[in-house]
Every structure is written in C-alpha cells, then in structure tokens.
C-alpha cells in the first residue's frame, strides 16, 4: 500500500507540523523531486542555492536537502547561517544558480515549517515550476527513491561549498537608499525581529552612524514565546511598549524569515499594512521621481490606484502570492509590487518581498521628509484620503470550507453597511466593492487552516461594521 501523500504547496511553499508532516523524509521527498524538476529543464547544472531560517532543526533539514542534492550530483551553496529568505534569492542570481531552497515556515506558529522554492531570477516559484515538483513528489511517494548521502562527505567532493552571504547581501540593500544621510540622522530606532532570520541586520547597516538601534526578541527561540512571528499589532505589544518607553523615532518587526515588514509610529502604533504600502509607493513616486507600474494583490489597498491616477502610473491587481505578482514587476519593469502581509519587492533588485530593504526606505522616507510615521501618514492621506484597514483571522475545521463557500455564493448582499454592492469578484476569494470604493474580502489562507475576512473603508467604526457583516455572513465565530 503506497504512503498517504501530505505535500501540498499553498501560497508560497509547503508548510506543515513538525515531526508530524514536516519530517525528514518528506523533506528529502521535496529535495529529490525538485532536483528531477531542475535536471529536466535544463537548470540542475547551474546548482542550488539553501538557506533556513531560525526554526527548530531548521539547519538540520537544510542539510538534509543538500545530502539529497550531492547524491544526485548538482552543486550545493549552503548557507552557514540563518538568513532571510531575500538573502536566498539575492544568493541565487550572485551566484547564477538554478533554483533555491529556504527551509522556512515564514509567519506560521512555532510548531510549523517549511520548504520554499525560488525560481533561477529569486523568485517565489512560478504555479508551472511548483506543479511541476509536486507531480514529481506523487511519483516520488508512489515509488519511494530518494538518494541520500552524509553532509560530512560532500566537502571532499566539492560538492557542497558553505556560503556566507550577509556582506553582498547588506551590500545590495544599501545601494537602493542614501545609507549614510540615514546614519546620520539620529534616529531612534527599534527593531523586532520576532526571534527570526532578521536578527540584527538593521544594527549591522546603521554601523559607526549616529543612529540608535535597540533590538528586541532578537535571540533564536523556536518557540516564539507568546507571539506568532508575523509583523501584525496584535504580536507587537513588546514593540510597542518599547517605543513609548524609549521615545523611539520609528520600530520595525520583521517576521519569521524577514519578508515581511511591521512598521510603528513614534507613538507606539501600528501602521497598517496598507498604510506602509501607500506611503512606500509615495516614496518612490514623489520623493525618488521613478516611474512605473505598480503591481497589488486583491488583499492591497485601494489608495493605490489614487496614487496611480496622481502619477500617471499603471496600478495591476493580482491574486494573493508573490508567484503572481513577482512575473507581473519582471513582465511590466514594475516599480514596486506589494501584498496586504506586508511585503514588498522593488525594482533592480530580486522580484521577492524583502523586509529589510522596505524597512531602508521607509527610514529614508523619514529622513526626506522630516517627518514622523505618524506625520507621514496623515500626509499621504491629504493626497488620497483617509483610507482605514482591518483583519480579522478564524480558524476553521476543514470539513466546513464547503459550507462557508456555499453560505458566500447563495447569500450574496446588495447592500453592505448602508452602501451599495458595485462589484462582487472571485479573483481571490469573495470580494464585494462598495459604492463609496470601501471593500470586503472573505478568503482562506493558502498556507494554514485559517479564514481571513479583510476590510478597507473611510472610518474605523466603518470598518468595524463591514467586518462583523463579513463574520455573519461566513457563520464563524
């Protein structure tokens, strides 16, 4: 009798338990049908680049994925250390190679991770390349042939070369901003790295500057003690506290592998996802005078497209995924591209999220301007009006996801909080544009058991009030 098959990529990589799913064997499992993929199209000569982040054992499997690679032949860039998943598409196009491998569960809770996979440009893994690994997973499961050999004896082989990537990386990140005008601003900064892979990169930028860096959660702890390392408010008390108690300018949180960026005013606030969106495509567009597309999922905000219509810029919406939006910024030369979660990639360099390089511009925004975050947000809505966001999470039992979409389907509203439905869309999820373009999204999440209902509108009771329509509609509690 052939294995159950539990590996099923979702948004960006396979994510599941550890020691329950996420097990060695069934990492090596992804190893081997990735390098078949790679042998097939051509791009297995070329090498594969490996990074993890601080989980538990991540290291472990990294180096389970690069046993498997050295028993099929191909050659192996292994990261010494724990790195942000950026880190790992900017180490894939420095050293030319095929594909990667980030062993990473990203925001997910600490009893999870992960394998992600990179495309030869650092890419999140277009749909073809991830169907094309999961068909060889089944084959894989139905036969059960991985090749596997002992790290220890790669090195002699030349197999395997042990990388350390943070200079060039810090290097790149530092030529898209004025670093030095930055380092002698005197700001006080505050930097969570959730006890992830982003742990001390800022401090290490902002090096022999007059600028502050204090960081919190920064040690390894696989546990994520009383958090989930995903930059949102409701994980950043420890944050926020810090900044009032410190009088800090500006705190950042980056999240488990340091895609994904949390910004706080110099109040202790959180700025919303969206907000940090808008404002870092004011940046781009205003202060720095670029031009060029701009690239938002349905989950990103609707202050865009004002923007766009104020630039004279082309705004293009994809579903939710880097794998989506990253081929839209390669295709239109796209200024930046950005999702709800918090990430966001930007022209010339990887077409991947990157927090570290979205937190360098948001700090040179400050410093351009003379603003703070508080200021910066007001000013951006003097140019596209006030514009609020909120979230809210459910876990659900899977046996009731058709019910929820047949509940969604049957019952769709005319009128939502007073206002008129426009539109109703199934790009990604159920969204339903209101007359006065606030809007109401229902989706699953495609990494964990986990509904997400999201709202943009004008006020925060306004909000508020299309959120609990969107929880009554669904029936979850």
Partial sequence: ?????????????WRAVIAREFTFENVRICAQALIEYMQETGLASKGLVIGYDTR?????????????????GIKVYLSVKAIPTPEVSYAITLKKAGAGVVIT???????????????ADGASAPTEMIAGVEQKIARIFESSGTKNIPTAKTPTRGIVEKCDFDTAYLQRVAEFVDLN???????????????????GYFKSLFRGGNVTVAEINAERNPFFPDINPEPIAVNLKKLSATIVRDGASVGLATDGDADRIGIMDEKGRFITQLEVYALLALYWLEIRGERGAIVKTVTATSMLYRLGDLFKVPVIETPVGFKYVAPVMLEQNALIGGEESGGYGFRGHVPERDAVLAGLCFLD??????KTPSELVEYLFSKVGIHYYNRRDFHFEEKRRAEIINQLLQNKPSV?????????DTTDGFRFTLADSSWLLVRFSGTEPLLRIYAESHSHTQVDNILDFGQQLTGVM
């Fill in 1 to 13: 009798m052939n294995k159950i098959n539990p590996i099923k990529f979702g948004t960006d990589g």
């Fill in 56 to 72: 538990f054992a991540s290291e472990d499997f990294a180096a389970a994925c690069a046993d498997v690679a050295a028993a099929n």
């Fill in 105 to 119: 569960a990203s925001h997910n809770p600490g009893n999870y991770n992960g394998f992600k996979i990179k495309s």
């Fill in 181 to 199: 005008r930055i380092k002698q601003s005197g700001l006080k900064i505050v930097v969570d790295s959730m006890y992830g892979a982003g742990s």
């Fill in 365 to 370: 925004l400050m410093v351009a301007t003379g």
């Fill in 416 to 424: 939502i909080d007073g206002q008129k439905v426009l539109k109703f």
